[in-house]
């Protein structure tokens, strides 16, 4: 008798799927630091790395090796296995996020149709929510078992930061559901697809908090307060050297290129590339536009990130409070309160 | 108040309107300001590759002259190592054999001449106390090096190259003193 089948094939699919997505969006969030500094340099009339490799493009792996090779210092005051602890937790957070996204339509391969998501689960955007606000753990924990108040203040700066972003983005995104009636990233970038219009049209206003407050999720500048130099030295990886640093700085990167992806998803039409009747392509080729109509949307929206990075200076901590509750919040619900009424007389979505 | 410069501006300190209060217009302004960074000429000087060019008149590393027919020009007086507020310099001299006449200008020669370019300041004083023409700052810099042995330049190293046997490297060299000569 068998009590449970497993289905071999639709495992290892997932497995290969999972590989992918993982060694891509290392891959991506490596050459983003290069792009990231590149970029920099380019906006401060500078060259940026361009010694290892043409135009400096082994300057990522160069990092790498030298992160791998610096000492490892764990302080003695501090609790070791919450200290290892965080590091790891900054970085499975940041790659968890990537199971949901639909990176493309489906594929046959002999005989198989095979959704190109990892997994398509009807809570999609509730799934982010819950992985998102983990990541602040790895910041709270590698800042209070570091044994240091710079990394201390930094961390509490961190979490504050994170819960009150939070808010506006959760009530920005209702909006969103409201007008799509459905959780599930799949559902609703076929939407997006089979309507006129992406999201962003029906939803600017919501657009931008949700923009404001993921640059805030990453704590990307202006929103770097966990890591302000000028007052908290390094910020809540202080104590950190080697590869564990390496981690945290790497989980930056990796979260920032989830949440582009994200917002390309859910406002601007996922794999839908403009234009383009995607029913009328065979399997292939619909499969290749998908994918650069994706990856395209979401390196411009990369790009957005690092010019918003080097233009503007950092938020005092009240004014990041200010906007955050003030701002934000109240403007996310007003977006609400507007887009339920419309909803309500146009009776436009089930 | 009378402005300190011409290019003085008064400061706008008029209440935000409701665009600026927004914020956004002027973080749009402020982001396009850095998009056109991105085009501009970039200033930076590619080292080994690309030299900044320097003025004729730059002091850098030392050069021990010669004469046109090859032969050094110090006699080991020693005026450049009294000029020298660093002290820096150190030298023995030697008196000429007769058989180093194509060697030596005059009967009295550098043995040694050593320069230990830590101590060197680079502010010229021995050029301009050298009464033979001998000592000359050229428009090169130390390079870097890993020990402190190694700043220590002699002789074989100061001296400029030998008008007989490298004729083409002594004529720059020569080329970049006759500049620094008519530029003074």
Known sequence: MILLTIDWAYTIEKMVLIAIVISASLLIAMYATYAERKIAGVMQDRRGPNRAGPFGILQPLADGIKLFFKEEIIPNNSNRWLFVLGPCLAMLTAMMTSAIIPWGSTIEIGGRTISLQIADINIGILYIFGVVSMGVYGIMIGGWASNNKFSLMAALRGASQAISYELAMGLSLIALLMLTGSLSLKTIVEQQINGHFWNIVYQPLGFLIFFVCALAECNRAPFDLPEAESELNMGYHQEYSSMKLGFYLFAEYINMFISCAVIATLFFGGYDMPFVDESQLSGVTALLTGLVALFGKTFILIFVFMWIRWTLPRFRYDQLMNLGWKGLIPLALLNMVITGAVVLFTMKTP | ?184
């Open chain 2, 1 to 184: 108040m009378q402005a300190l410069t011409q290019r003085a501006k008064p400061v706008d300190r008029r209440p935000m309107n409701w665009i600026e209060k927004i914020y956004l217009w002027n973080i749009f302004k402020g982001m396009l300001i850095t998009f056109k960074h991105i085009f501009k000429k970039k200033v930076t000087i590619q080292y080994p590759e690309q030299k900044r060019p320097f003025s004729p008149v730059f002091r850098g590393l030392h050069i021990l002259n010669r004469d046109e027919e090859g032969r050094e020009r110090c006699t080991a007086c020693g005026l450049c190592a009294v000029a020298c507020p660093a002290e820096a310099i150190t030298m023995e001299a030697a008196e000429r054999l007769p058989n180093e006449e194509n060697l030596y200008r005059e009967e009295k020669y550098a043995a040694r001449y050593e320069i230990n370019m830590l101590r060197c300041i680079f502010c010229g004083l021995c050029e301009e106390a050298c009464p033979k023409d001998a000592i000359y700052l050229s428009e090169t810099f130390a390079p870097a090096n890993y020990s402190r042995k190694s700043f220590i330049y002699s002789k074989n190293d100061l001296l400029i190259p030998d008008p007989k046997t490298q004729p083409e490297e002594f004529n720059i060299a020569k080329g970049l003193i006759e500049k620094k000569k008519i530029s003074k």
